[in-house]
């Protein structure tokens, strides 16, 4: 009998133990509770697991954690112009559900803040803006006193603005400075600047926070019309290109010079020299990849021209456009894949219009932007992504008024539309700055009841959002506004206001 109770009292335990091991360890979920959400947001947990976000509510992650595991949640993706900001984030279980919050806003323009060298009377124009993928910018504008004509730039980092910075100075004269960004922290800055009575092509570098002293790209200079301000583009591995026109003797050419590990190539002319060329704009990818385009005269009638740089050499001259009777800027786009965009205006008999090419291989035939039935149009700027997406925005008059129109491309042209509102006031020349991943952002001076303010309006994949006014309340004349886009969707805006005086003035938008 005291066997049998022994050995039914060893199985039993037996038993017992292995109940106990088979039994499923108690895990816990990382939950988080959404709001503010326009679109989907992706977060990661630990580097791995994903939770897609698509509307305000709560949610889990799929992967549960054992008691004392650490979980880090992260932002992966979200619309491109939200902050979404994780409260809670990371820790570890502690014998329950961990709770993260997630709380998505729009990004919203900040209040105008002036940017203008107080050590100098007012006096600033000539504006130029461009940011870096992190979010960060950089402006530059010219700024004179006693007939002193100076260069300066500010850095935008970290939330705030660097003291304004001199890059250059002439009692000469200065032309219209053309900037562009590399990588972090890094730009060029190239600028016309009259030296013993003659224009030369002048450079200073960014890099660790100061600019180089200025330098030369060219010898004197015979410049053809007014300085437009030389084409320049610069790519995240710190490539750069410039273009600029030049007239050795004998007709205008055009010219370019390549930067890379530090240093600029020797000059080389990207036209056929059959005929003369003027106001070049270049495009840089990231690839290396260059397109330039430039208002071509030839026998009394203007063209508009281009050149591609790849495989390490200019490809020669290609002329876009047929003959037309005026003068005009082109504008020219690159994406990464190869894909070129230019735009233009040109005399259609009475009015002139707006016209573009795109490029896939080889160059399509010119196709006319918004109506025959609409009036003049001119001052277009030109942008396309890497999917091949191309945005247009230009000046248009309707009704008596001018307005900013827009049209996009996606295999085809879609048809024109108005992107101002209507207040009654003309619209000046836009800016635009887009994104390789689509996303723009479009600026333009317009004349309301209370003055001449800045709009602005956000680009997604070809669609707009409403129009806003960025400039404080009371500007009497708002004037060139400027933009810059960053890949994090931070912007910047840059303008000039006349109330006797000229000012330069800056809007984020973060």
């Avoid at 530090?262 to 056929?272: E, F, I, K, L």
Wanted: glycine residues 12%.
């Amino acid at each position: 009998m005291t066997v049998r109770l022994f050995v039914f009292a060893s199985i039993l335990a037996i038993l017992l133990l292995a109940g106990c091991g088979s039994q499923t360890p108690v895990t816990y979920a990382v939950k988080v509770t959404a709001s503010g959400i326009d679109g989907p947001v992706v977060l990661r947990n630990n580097g791995s697991d994903t939770l897609t976000v698509p509307a305000d509510g709560a949610y889990a992650f799929a992967k549960k954690l054992p008691d004392g595991a650490a979980y880090q949640v992260e932002v992966s993706e979200r619309p491109f112009f939200r902050n979404c900001v994780l409260s809670g984030a990371a820790g570890t279980i502690q014998g329950k559900d961990a709770e993260v919050d997630l709380a998505c806003a729009a990004k919203a323009w900040a209040g105008a803040q002036e940017l203008g060298d107080p050590g100098t009377a007012p006096g600033a124009w000539s504006l130029t803006a461009a940011a870096w993928p992190n979010g960060d910018a950089v402006v530059a504008w010219q700024q004179t006193q006693g007939g002193v004509y100076r260069l300066y730039a500010r850095v935008f980092s970290g939330g705030s603005w660097g003291a304004a910075q001199k890059v250059a100075e002439s009692s000469e004269g200065l032309g219209r400075p053309a900037l562009a960004t590399g990588s972090a922290g890094r730009a060029l800055l190239v600028w016309y600047e009259k030296l013993g009575g003659q224009f030369q092509l002048r450079w200073s570098e960014l890099a660790g926070g100061a600019w180089s002293a200025p330098a030369s790209l060219t010898g004197p200079l015979n410049l053809a019309g007014s300085l437009v301000p030389p084409g320049l583009d610069m790519n995240a591995s710190d490539e750069a290109v410039v273009v600029w026109p030049h007239d050795p003797g004998g007709g205008v050419r055009i010219y370019a010079r390549r930067f890379s590990s530090g240093a600029w190539s020797s000059p080389v002319t990207v036209d056929d020299g059959t005929a003369q060329g003027i106001y070049p704009a270049v495009a840089l990818a990231a690839d290396g990849a260059a397109l330039a385009a430039w208002l071509r005269v030839d026998g009394g009638q203007f063209y508009v021209s281009t050149s591609r740089f790849q495989s390490g050499a200019w490809q020669g001259e290609e002329v876009v456009s047929a003959a037309f009777g005026s003068q005009t800027l082109p504008s020219a786009a690159l994406n990464g894949s190869g894909r070129g965009l230019v735009a233009w205006w040109q005399a259609a008999p009475g009015e002139t219009k707006v016209y573009a090419v795109t490029y896939d291989g080889g160059w399509s035939s010119p196709e006319l932007l918004g109506s025959d039935a609409s009036g003049n149009a001119s001052f277009p700027q030109a942008g396309m992504d890497d999917a091949g997406r191309g945005l247009v925005v230009w000046t248009q008059e309707q009704g008596g008024t001018r307005v900013v129109a827009y049209a996009t491309y996606e295999a085809a042209w879609q048809t024109a539309a108005v992107l101002s509102p209507a207040t009654g006031g003309d619209a000046e020349r836009p800016s635009l700055a887009l994104d390789p991943s689509g996303h723009a952002v479009a600026l333009w001076a317009q004349a309301t009841q209370v003055g001449d303010v800045v709009y602005a309006a956000r680009f997604s994949q070809g669609s707009p959002d409403a129009p806003e006014v960025i400039t404080a309340p009371g500007v009497v004349q708002a004037v060139e506004p400027q933009a810059a886009l960053a890949a994090t969707g931070d912007a910047v805006a840059l303008w000039w206001q006349d109330a006797g005086n000229k000012r330069i003035f800056a809007s984020v938008l973060r």
